[in-house]
């Protein structure tokens, strides 16, 4: 079954520094992966989407993800990262004959110190 | 509307108790989710309406969880006979259309509390 893992629960980056956060796919074919934030009191909002081509995606926010299928990776990354970043951030997979249901991992909080 | 919204953002119920949580999705969109997150958790899926219909509900973890959308907008998640572990956040998204290239709006979510 298709399914993400997002291996850190917790990362802290100083207000300025470079983030990466890690999310690994299991699935045979290529999957249709995407990343999602949810800040305080905020619904779920979309950063960006990855189906097909350019493995280098670029996202609302200044965030962008890389596709790399020798790893089975699909990692967030911002070369500067903002105090408002702070937020838990999601990586999913589509299922389902319509690619209809999103498969979440189990989130990464990301603390940000001045 | 503007966005997904739910009602209420938040709910306490006793153990035993029936609850209804409401979703009103953007305008136009024919397809509606609801997932579930508890503590520390991801979303999970629970069903998801194409229309009036629930195209997929094999998310729904017993016969306890019904959902509608008598009219093809305004969704209800309805739980009987709340058990502690149904505490969780529930999350409603809606699409346009569906498919892996359309994109899921949510809404803020209804934090239920079954005490």
């Known amino acids: 079954a298709q399914s993400v893992t997002q291996p850190d629960i917790h990362i802290t980056v100083s207000e300025g520094a470079s983030l990466e956060l890690r999310c690994n796919y299991s699935?045979?074919?290529?999957?249709?992966l995407f990343w999602y934030v949810q800040s305080p009191g905020q619904g779920l909002q979309l950063l960006l989407k990855?189906?097909?081509?350019?493995?280098l995606v670029q996202g609302i926010k200044g965030f962008e993800a890389e596709f790399k299928r020798s790893q089975s990776s699909f990692n967030l990354r911002k070369p500067s990262v903002h105090w408002s970043d702070a937020a838990e951030y999601f990586c999913a997979v589509v299922r389902g004959i319509g690619f209809q249901k999103l498969v979440f991992g189990t989130g990464t909080r990301l603390l940000v110190s001045p | 509307g503007a966005g997904v919204s739910q009602t209420p953002s938040n709910k306490v119920t006793e153990k035993g108790k029936y609850v209804e949580l409401r979703c009103d999705p953007i305008s136009g969109h024919t397809a509606l989710y609801w997932y579930r997150q508890s503590l520390g958790q991801g979303p999970e899926f629970l069903i998801y309406f194409q229309g009036t219909g629930a195209a997929d509900d094999s998310g729904l973890p017993n016969d306890r969880f019904f959902a509608v959308r008598p009219e093809g907008s305004v969704s209800t998640l309805k739980i009987q006979r709340t058990e502690r572990g149904d505490s969780a956040v529930y999350l409603c998204?809606?699409?346009?259309?569906?498919?892996?290239?359309?994109?899921?709006?949510f809404g803020q979510g209804t934090r239920l509390t079954v005490v």
């Open positions: 998204a809606s699409s346009q259309t569906v498919g892996a290239n359309t994109e899921a709006f």
């Open positions: 990855y189906f097909s081509g350019d493995t």
């Open positions: 699935y045979g074919a290529t999957p249709y």
